[in-house]
């Protein structure tokens, strides 16, 4: 039988392998911008990113639940319709994030994002 000593020994080194596991399994991809992604498409296809960008005007369409981010010289789909929520703030202009599968469907490169984040419009206007 372990003595007490041991067992705790036994317990904290069980206990910090699982933490110091989590964090390095689930670490966050860094969050790229449009360009940043469309310039290495090759190296992401297929893997989960995290994008932000700005909405294209008059790009969102509520039926096939899509909408197009753009950069500073590319422009991407975003699918959202696997996404869980979907904020109000969802509208033109507006800086979004967005989470999952980077992939060529229909000779168009598309994120099927399952989190989609917007940024609070009150939170950039000047206060009068």
């Known amino acids: 039988m372990l003595s007490y000593r041991n067992r705790l020994l036994l317990i904290g080194s069980v206990v910090t ?12 991809e860094p969050t790229l911008t449009i360009d940043e992604l469309m310039e ?11 994008v932000r960008g700005e909405i294209r005007d008059g790009s969102i369409n509520e039926s096939s639940m899509t909408f197009i981010l753009e950069g ?10 696997n996404a869980g929520s979907i904020s109000n703030g969802l509208g033109d202009n507006r800086t979004v994030y967005a989470e999952g599968l980077f992939k060529l469907s ?9 989190v989609i984040k917007t940024s609070c419009p009150s939170k950039y206007e000047e206060e009068v």
């Open 17 to 28: 392998i699982a933490i110091l596991g989590t964090v390095f399994l689930q670490a966050p």
């Open 40 to 50: 290495n498409k090759s190296k992401h296809m297929g893997e989960e990113v995290a």
């Open 72 to 81: 500073s010289e590319f422009s991407l789909l975003i699918d959202y319709s």
């Open 106 to 114: 229909d000779d168009t490169y598309v994120v099927e994002a399952d």
